[in-house]
């Protein structure tokens, strides 16, 4: 069974641009949920998709925002970009809502230069 | 609101030696508690988990208790080896609520041989 896969691997923008981080759940895990992972926060919840439906949202701003689409892949998008927004994104899947077992992909480095 | 509290690293060892890492959270309702270890270079993979109070969670010689009187989740292995070496994040998840998983700062452990 295959993992959870992102795409791109790494990323550098520059400020002012935007981004699309690209996740593929485990086949038939319908949850998936996006994190930023920095040194000085650690790890934070963005948000939950659930059968195409945004379910839950982390503290951050409207810059950040995310979709699921109908085979449950997830699209994250991060306008306007930061220094500050230069993380890993996380990307977890689950079979059901709540991450009460999450799958980890590998992640997307972002640098924002 | 939730949290979790885990020691501040980095934990130094040598291989064989016994691994605490301390694992305290907050929690509203009735939480499941998590594991999770990263790798360098990599995202975050499920060590363990515990669903309900007294439960015990175990995987490669990795074990952790979740004791609802104290509010903790600390995680134990007997023998280290050097490939061991990791992150490792404690986490809770509150599953009726269906919120997202709440991770601690992260502990770093260095085994060397």
């Known amino acids: 069974k295959a993992g959870v896969t992102q795409t791109p691997r790494y990323l550098i923008k520059t400020r002012g641009q935007q981004v699309t981080l690209s996740c593929s759940p485990i086949?038939?895990?319908?949850?998936v949920s996006w994190y930023q992972q920095t040194p000085g926060q650690g790890l934070q919840f963005l948000f939950e998709?659930?059968?195409?439906?945004?379910?839950n949202k982390g503290n951050f701003p409207g810059r950040f925002s995310g979709r699921q689409f109908s085979n449950s892949r997830s699209e994250m998008n991060v306008s306007t970009l930061e220094l500050g927004d230069s993380a890993l994104y996380l990307c977890?899947?689950?079979?059901?809502?709540?991450?009460?077992?999450?799958?980890f992909g590998q992640g997307t480095r972002l640098t924002v230069v | 609101g939730n949290s979790v509290t885990q020691m501040e690293g980095p934990v130094t060892l040598s291989e064989e030696a016994f691994l605490t890492i301390n694992c305290t959270y907050t929690?509203?309702?009735?939480?499941?508690l998590f594991w999770y270890v990263q790798y360098p270079g990599e995202g975050l993979q499920l060590l363990l988990k515990?669903?309900?109070?007294?439960d015990k969670g175990s995987n490669k010689g990795f074990e952790a208790t979740y004791r609802k009187e104290t509010t903790s989740f600390h995680l134990e292995k007997g023998s280290v080896q050097v490939s061991d070496s990791a992150v490792y994040f404690c986490?809770?998840?509150?599953?009726?609520?269906?919120?997202?998983?709440?991770f601690g700062k992260g502990t770093t452990l260095s085994v060397s041989s």
């Open positions: 986490a809770l998840s509150d599953s009726q609520a269906g919120t997202a998983l709440i």
């Open positions: 929690a509203t309702g009735y939480p499941s």
């Open positions: 086949s038939g895990h319908r949850s």
């Open positions: 977890a899947s689950g079979q059901e809502l709540g991450n009460t077992e999450a799958f």
């Open positions: 515990a669903t309900k109070a007294d």
């Open positions: 998709y659930f059968s195409e439906t945004q379910r």
